[in-house]
T-cell receptor, first 119, second 114 residues
Framework: GAVVSQHPSRVICKSGTSVKIECRSL??????MFWYRQFPKQSLMLMATSNEGSKATYEQGVEKDKFLINHASLTLSTLTVTSAHPEDSSFYICSARDWTGRFGPDTQYFGPGTRLTVL | AQKITQTQPGMFVQEKEAVTLDCTYDTSDPSYGLFWYKQPSSGEMIFLIYQGSYDQQNATEGRYSLNFQKARKSANLVISASQLGDSAMYFC???????????FGKGTRLHILP
């Protein structure tokens, strides 16, 4: 149980294009999903909290217009990196909480991540 | 301030030996959750084990156990009978006040030697 998928797993794009990353909870409903960014050899940095049916909550320093988040259903959240630039190249990983899981309502289950390379 | 500290940036352990990964935390909230995640080179974050602050017993999941010492604010991960596949980055994490967010430590890279 508590499986989270993420698509695509890897994307290479040209500078100036927009990239959409999907995060899906496969066997549970997730009212709250999270988006993280991870630089090489570093820990995860929370970018935003995505709430189903409402606006995302962004962490300080994260550009809302740059990283658009939509949580249209209980199983899907999307992150769109708009007008991507080389400095946006990173590993992006999403997570979701399974409120009905046996490991506590605050346990987050992660997708496999998306490696974005902007040329 | 809420914080997770992992003091071991890297560890080398012989296969089949037990491993203890250190983690200390700081929070003033009475209710919180503690987690350990494993991140192999593929990048996925694999949930290993959970400990609630009010849980009386230490959590155990297969070869993983969490040595929870509340007074010392310590939540060490113990891996018994280590295997080559245990080589990965390990992150200790906390959800203060059982809130939405999880705070991660900087991680410990574990290398299991054959």
């Amino acid at each position: 149980g508590a499986v989270v998928s993420q698509h695509p797993s890897r994307v290479i794009c040209k500078s100036g294009t927009s990239v959409k990353i999907e995060c899906r909870s496969l066997d549970f409903q997730a009212t709250t999903m999270f988006w993280y960014r991870q630089f090489p050899k570093q820990s995860l940095m929370l970018m935003a909290t995505s709430n189903e049916g409402s606006k995302a909550t962004y962490e300080q320093g994260v550009e809302k217009d740059k990283f658009l988040i939509n949580h249209a259903s209980l199983t899907l959240s999307t992150l769109t990196v708009t007008s991507a630039h080389p400095e946006d190249s990173s590993f992006y990983i999403c997570s979701a909480r399974d409120w009905t899981g046996r490991f506590g309502p605050d346990t987050q289950y992660f997708g496999p991540g998306t490696r974005l390379t902007v040329l | 301030a809420q914080k997770i500290t992992q003091t071991q940036p890297g560890m080398f352990v012989q296969e089949k030996e037990a491993v203890t990964l250190d983690c200390t935390y700081d929070t003033s909230d009475p209710s919180y959750g503690l987690f350990w995640y494993k991140q192999p080179s593929s990048g996925e974050m694999i949930f290993l084990i959970y400990q609630g602050s009010y849980d009386q017993q230490n959590a155990t999941e297969g070869r993983y156990s969490l040595n929870f010492q509340k007074a010392r604010k310590s939540a060490n991960l113990v891996i018994s009978a280590s295997q080559l596949g245990d080589s990965a980055m390990y992150f200790c994490a906390m959800s203060p006040n059982r809130d939405d967010k999880i705070i991660f430590g900087k991680g410990t890279r574990l290398h299991i030697l054959p």
